[in-house]
Structures are given as structure tokens and as C-alpha cells.
Nanobody, 127 residues
């Protein structure tokens, strides 16, 4: 069982930055793909970013087109943590952001493939 706890959300003006953190329990964190998803009011949950293994040797990152160039996902396996640095925030980035873990190391963009979820952290970007 893996437990995920997000932090770092808040209220920020458009153009500002926030850094989300996700702390994971469990000794197999390093083998998991770790993703960030978000859900805005009245909308479906959508993929934001993922860090996962490529060919069992190297982490790679993938991003939704809407955040590419503005958001950066990273992980610190020694701390069992994954981060989402969000720059140049826009009002349309307002949502609850969720951290998720996928036991498949090459996990991708599909939320139903993820096995564990955090409780979410609210990000609000004012115009």
C-alpha cells in the first residue's frame, strides 16, 4: 500500500509560480511512475505530467500540451517525493491537483491506470 500526501497549493496571481510536493510512503517508490493530474470545477480530471522509467534505466517526463514549457515534474527517490514546479500560471490552471502512483514503471497519461492517489491540493490562479 502506498499513501500519497500533496502540499504546496494556494492562491497566486496570474504569471506567478507555485511548487507542489507529494510525499509517498512505501519502500518501492523508486519503481513507480509518478503522475500529476488536475480537476477543475465541472470538468473531468485531466493529465498534467508524469515521470516514469524508460527502458528500465532512465526517468523521462511527459507533459500535457497545455502546461509544456511552464511546468516541470521532478522526483527525489531518496525522499520518496515528487514535485511539480509551476511557472507562468494562468487562471485556467485553477484546479485541484492530485498526485498519483502507478505500479507500472512506464506509466503514462491514463488516470485509470494509476493505483494510488493523494487527497489533492487546491491551486487557484487569479487574473
Amino acid at each position: 500500500q502506498v499513501q500519497l500526501v500533496e502540499s504546496g497549493g494556494g492562491l497566486v496571481q496570474a504569471g506567478g509560480s507555485l511548487r507542489l510536493s507529494c510525499a509517498a510512503s512505501g519502500r518501492t517508490f523508486r519503481s513507480y511512475a509518478m503522475g500529476w493530474f488536475r480537476q477543475a470545477p465541472g470538468k473531468e480530471r485531466e493529465f498534467v505530467a508524469v515521470t516514469s522509467w524508460s527502458f528500465g534505466t532512465t526517468y523521462y517526463a511527459d507533459y500535457a500540451d497545455s502546461v509544456k514549457g511552464r511546468f516541470t515534474i521532478s522526483r527525489d527517490d531518496a525522499k520518496n517525493s515528487v514535485y511539480l514546479q509551476m511557472n507562468a500560471l494562468k487562471p485556467e490552471d485553477t484546479a485541484v491537483y492530485y498526485c498519483a502512483a502507478n505500479r507500472q514503471p512506464n506509466g503514462g497519461r491514463v488516470d485509470r491506470e494509476y493505483d494510488y492517489w493523494g487527497q489533492g491540493t487546491q491551486v487557484t490562479v487569479s487574473s
